[in-house]
């Protein structure tokens, strides 16, 4: 019965959208023969394309700048909800498991009236309690509180009441203590109800719990699909933008700012004093990811405690039209208003030493910021190198011509970046779905070293001539396919482990069409030392990296071969030359461009040399993989000839990467000043950076002495 009345729902659904639908074409036509009445029909026809183009510009802008819509912040709002409801649920239900074992304790003969001592879970009970009455008692001295916020104040105050009335026989002493203060006494004596009278408010305490406890169900329990929506719109019980404010303050011990914009805009703003205050502390002015809002940053980022603790100032703010800014985000507004916030920081809070991060969307905020006014350090924190960048390679041509059509945005942020004069870093994933490598800042800033004029779209020769990038692109795709192959097989039949080799390639599997199946394929397969050396081969291979994006990346990247293939050799080449080779995971923390030309050497002798000892396995299938190999290890040759001629200071040889603690200086040439450092991390786009990637972005920050 319910699946049917739920088919009904649907089917009424469906059908209220298809007439509201149908109702929204017929006005639009009667709308359109009335204009063309008065206007003619080319004028109408006009005007009409006029306010499709508006329309279209409103929801790009919307796309662009989701966290300017209100149903934006309201799925956030309903998320932390109903995890901070269920959460309260559970410490309600503590303090109701309590009262419950001291009535029912209560009862019993005086002589055998057991003892109860204080439990840690209703101890955390009561923080979480006696703190929300005091966040939203704060609400509802500044009129700021919400209906559904008030219901749960009054709830937990009757509560809080009743617990502070209901008074315990501490054990071995004559003296009382209210329920309420021996909660938070986790480790304290054991107590038991001293009386009738207690037994009463003790009751009514546990009225106030199960009262409370339907009012969170609301919040978090399940619901219909038409409840379902209405918590999703109208829930404020917990989670909301203003509670999650007053809580950020208190809990960093925070003061509120107001700056205002250019354009008279008044800006939200928030200063995070460090965790040990001092005069000369320095200060991070972060700006958010796309969609971000600084009062939920101690839930959904990891800098807040990461600056504080390391004895930096952070200021916080709200993009023009999120959270309590009013107006309309644009990148040049965004800009202007970083601009104005800096400025604000340097002439009225006195800062001397100012740094300043931009996450996504905010590194083209802060590297505007670092371009214009002088700051001492910069971090592009896995940003783009421009909007248009971000439309062509993560959406297409078609959301690329349609971005180009619709906005005249300027989110140049490469060029930003190397025109910063001041101690630049920026970190890429290369696996990052959200802003792929191909439109990351690490790759623009390496086009527009190599040259102003350089493009994404149209990738030219670099290091290898057009012909030679093809040939080097068809040996690596082989290569690796032969090899996701193998171990593809090789998981069917065994348990063995091989997945930190093969990482990132099930995309090939899925694409790839090149197959090298034959009568004695079963018998190859378990020959164990044919798949012990293509996996040799492999893990050689992906040693390679340029700025941490390893060889045997490439054809992921791509996808495919062609136009878009030779694209993809054609940037990691560019950025070979350009940032030189990473492996922070390993510890590698010495010059990348030294480290870019022992890696290509140790690559080029590995592969060899397995080729060699190899060569006497008759196997068809290593036969080929061997050519391909060889073939790769030819065209390596020609890219260590080249990075050997542009830094003729590394002495040729064979040499270990440096594993020193600190960070050895590149030479200071016009190419370094301009892209300045860079920190390649696996996290993905929005994860926290790893234990060693945080201990590299430290040696940068102890190097411009924000951090001790």
């Given at each position: 019965m319910a699946k049917w009345s739920r088919r009904r729902l649907a089917v009424c659904v469906l059908g209220l959208c298809f007439l509201t639908l149908v109702t929204l074409c017929y006005l639009l036509y009667q709308a359109i023969a009335l204009l063309a009445h008065i206007l003619t029909l080319p004028g109408a026809l006009l005007l009409l394309c006029l306010l499709l183009l508006g329309v279209a510009r409103k929801a790009l802008e919307a796309l662009v700048f989701p966290?300017?819509?209100k149903l934006w912040r309201r799925s956030i709002e309903s998320r932390f909800c109903e995890e901070m409801a269920t959460q309260l649920l559970m410490r309600v239900k503590d303090v109701r498991n309590v009262l419950e074992v001291l009535i029912e304790g209560n009862r019993e003969e005086a002589n055998s009236r057991p003892f109860l001592h204080p439990q840690r879970t209703a101890s955390?009970?009561?923080?979480?309690?006696?703190?929300?009455?005091?966040?939203?008692?704060?609400?509802?001295?500044?009129?700021?509180?919400?209906?559904?916020?008030?219901?749960?104040?009054?709830?937990?105050?009757?509560?809080?009441?009743?617990?502070?009335?209901?008074h315990l026989q501490v054990a071995s002493s004559d003296s009382l203590a209210s329920l309420w203060d021996w909660l938070e006494r986790s480790d304290g004596p054991q107590a038991y109800l001293a009386g009738y009278q207690n037994t009463q408010e003790a009751g009514n305490a546990l009225e106030a719990c199960k009262g409370l406890e339907t009012r969170l169900y609301r919040s978090c329990g399940r619901r219909s699909p038409l409840g379902k929506l209405n918590r999703w719109l109208q829930d404020t019980t917990l989670g909301h933008i203003s509670q999650m404010r007053i809580e950020l303050i208190a809990s960093y011990r925070a003061e509120q700012m107001w700056v205002e914009a250019a354009d008279?805009?008044?800006?939200?703003?928030?200063?995070?004093?460090?965790?040990?205050?001092?005069?000369?502390?320095?200060?991070?002015?972060?700006?958010?990811?796309?969609?971000?809002?600084y009062e939920f940053a101690n839930y959904q980022s990891?800098?807040?405690?990461?600056?504080?603790?390391?004895?930096?100032?952070v200021v916080l703010w709200n993009y023009r039209g999120?959270?309590?800014?009013?107006?309309?985000?644009?990148?040049?507004k965004l800009k202007q208003d970083g601009l104005a916030i800096a400025e604000y920081l340097k002439k009225v809070k006195g800062v001397e030493r100012l740094g300043v991060h931009g996450e996504s969307m905010g590194g083209m905020v802060a590297a505007h910021i670092a371009r214009h006014i002088a700051v001492d350090f910069l971090f592009a924190d896995r940003t783009f190198c421009s909007l248009d960048a971000v439309a062509r390679f993560g959406f297409g041509a078609v959301a690329y011509r349609l971005f180009r059509l619709l906005s005249c945005w300027n989110s140049d942020t490469a060029n930003d970046y190397m025109h910063a004069p001041c101690y630049k870093l920026v970190s890429s994933d290369p696996s990052d779905t959200m802003i792929t490598d191909f439109a990351s800042l690490k790759t623009g800033i390496a086009l527009r070293l190599l040259s102003p004029s350089a493009s994404l779209l149209s990738?030219?020769?670099?290091?290898?001539?057009?012909?030679?990038s093809l040939a080097f692109f068809d040996s690596l795709s082989r290569f690796t396919k032969i090899v996701y192959y193998f171990n593809k097989r090789d998981g069917e039949r065994s348990p063995r482990s091989i997945g930190t080799v093969i990482q990132g390639l099930s995309q090939i599997s899925r694409q790839s069409n090149y197959h090298m199946l034959g009568p004695d394929t079963d018998a190859v397969l378990e020959d164990d030392v044919m798949l012990g050396t293509i996996y040799r081969l492999f893990g050689v291979a992906g040693e390679m990296d340029a700025g941490g994006k390893p060889l045997t990346g490439v054809c992921p990247a791509a996808g495919k071969a062609g136009k878009e293939g030779l694209q993809a050799l054609h940037i990691w080449l560019v950025v070979l030359d350009k940032w030189g080779s990473y492996s922070v995971s390993q510890g590698e923390l010495g010059d990348p461009k030294q480290l870019?030309?022992?890696?290509?050497?140790?690559?080029?002798?590995?592969?060899?040399?397995?080729?060699?000892?190899?060569?006497?396995?008759?196997n068809p299938f290593l036969q080929q993989l061997f050519s391909h190999t060889l073939q790769i290890t030819h065209f390596l040759s020609k890219v260590l000839a080249y990075l050997e001629a542009a830094n003729p200071e590394i002495p040729a040889g064979r040499c270990t990467p440096s594993t020193d603690a600190e960070l050895s200086i590149?030479?200071?040439?016009?190419?370094?000043?301009?892209a300045g450092y860079l920190l390649p991390v696996a996290c993905g786009h929005s994860g926290p950076l790893s234990a060693q990637e945080r201990a590299v972005l430290e040696l940068h920050l102890s190097r411009v002495q924000f951090r001790k």
């Amino acid at each position: 019965m319910a699946k049917w009345s739920r088919r009904r729902l649907a089917v009424c659904v469906l059908g209220l959208c298809f007439l509201t639908l149908v109702t929204l074409c017929y006005l639009l036509y009667q709308a359109i023969a009335l204009l063309a009445h008065i206007l003619t029909l080319p004028g109408a026809l006009l005007l009409l394309c006029l306010l499709l183009l508006g329309v279209a510009r409103k929801a790009l802008e919307a796309l662009v700048f989701p966290g300017a819509l209100k149903l934006w912040r309201r799925s956030i709002e309903s998320r932390f909800c109903e995890e901070m409801a269920t959460q309260l649920l559970m410490r309600v239900k503590d303090v109701r498991n309590v009262l419950e074992v001291l009535i029912e304790g209560n009862r019993e003969e005086a002589n055998s009236r057991p003892f109860l001592h204080p439990q840690r879970t209703a101890s955390h009970a009561k923080k979480a309690i006696a703190g929300l009455i005091r966040t939203y008692g704060e609400l509802r001295e500044s009129r700021e509180i919400t209906k559904d916020q008030t219901i749960l104040l009054v709830g937990l105050e009757a509560l809080q009441s009743c617990l502070q009335n209901t008074h315990l026989q501490v054990a071995s002493s004559d003296s009382l203590a209210s329920l309420w203060d021996w909660l938070e006494r986790s480790d304290g004596p054991q107590a038991y109800l001293a009386g009738y009278q207690n037994t009463q408010e003790a009751g009514n305490a546990l009225e106030a719990c199960k009262g409370l406890e339907t009012r969170l169900y609301r919040s978090c329990g399940r619901r219909s699909p038409l409840g379902k929506l209405n918590r999703w719109l109208q829930d404020t019980t917990l989670g909301h933008i203003s509670q999650m404010r007053i809580e950020l303050i208190a809990s960093y011990r925070a003061e509120q700012m107001w700056v205002e914009a250019a354009d008279h805009v008044r800006l939200d703003c928030i200063w995070m004093p460090a965790v040990i205050r001092s005069t000369e502390a320095p200060t991070m002015l972060f700006c958010n990811p796309n969609g971000g809002f600084y009062e939920f940053a101690n839930y959904q980022s990891e800098w807040l405690d990461f600056y504080t603790r390391a004895g930096v100032n952070v200021v916080l703010w709200n993009y023009r039209g999120y959270g309590r800014t009013k107006g309309r985000p644009t990148p040049t507004k965004l800009k202007q208003d970083g601009l104005a916030i800096a400025e604000y920081l340097k002439k009225v809070k006195g800062v001397e030493r100012l740094g300043v991060h931009g996450e996504s969307m905010g590194g083209m905020v802060a590297a505007h910021i670092a371009r214009h006014i002088a700051v001492d350090f910069l971090f592009a924190d896995r940003t783009f190198c421009s909007l248009d960048a971000v439309a062509r390679f993560g959406f297409g041509a078609v959301a690329y011509r349609l971005f180009r059509l619709l906005s005249c945005w300027n989110s140049d942020t490469a060029n930003d970046y190397m025109h910063a004069p001041c101690y630049k870093l920026v970190s890429s994933d290369p696996s990052d779905t959200m802003i792929t490598d191909f439109a990351s800042l690490k790759t623009g800033i390496a086009l527009r070293l190599l040259s102003p004029s350089a493009s994404l779209l149209s990738p030219s020769s670099h290091i290898l001539t057009l012909t030679d990038s093809l040939a080097f692109f068809d040996s690596l795709s082989r290569f690796t396919k032969i090899v996701y192959y193998f171990n593809k097989r090789d998981g069917e039949r065994s348990p063995r482990s091989i997945g930190t080799v093969i990482q990132g390639l099930s995309q090939i599997s899925r694409q790839s069409n090149y197959h090298m199946l034959g009568p004695d394929t079963d018998a190859v397969l378990e020959d164990d030392v044919m798949l012990g050396t293509i996996y040799r081969l492999f893990g050689v291979a992906g040693e390679m990296d340029a700025g941490g994006k390893p060889l045997t990346g490439v054809c992921p990247a791509a996808g495919k071969a062609g136009k878009e293939g030779l694209q993809a050799l054609h940037i990691w080449l560019v950025v070979l030359d350009k940032w030189g080779s990473y492996s922070v995971s390993q510890g590698e923390l010495g010059d990348p461009k030294q480290l870019s030309i022992q890696k290509c050497r140790s690559t080029i002798l590995g592969l060899t040399s397995i080729c060699e000892e190899s060569q006497h396995l008759a196997n068809p299938f290593l036969q080929q993989l061997f050519s391909h190999t060889l073939q790769i290890t030819h065209f390596l040759s020609k890219v260590l000839a080249y990075l050997e001629a542009a830094n003729p200071e590394i002495p040729a040889g064979r040499c270990t990467p440096s594993t020193d603690a600190e960070l050895s200086i590149p030479k200071a040439t016009d190419d370094f000043i301009k892209a300045g450092y860079l920190l390649p991390v696996a996290c993905g786009h929005s994860g926290p950076l790893s234990a060693q990637e945080r201990a590299v972005l430290e040696l940068h920050l102890s190097r411009v002495q924000f951090r001790k």
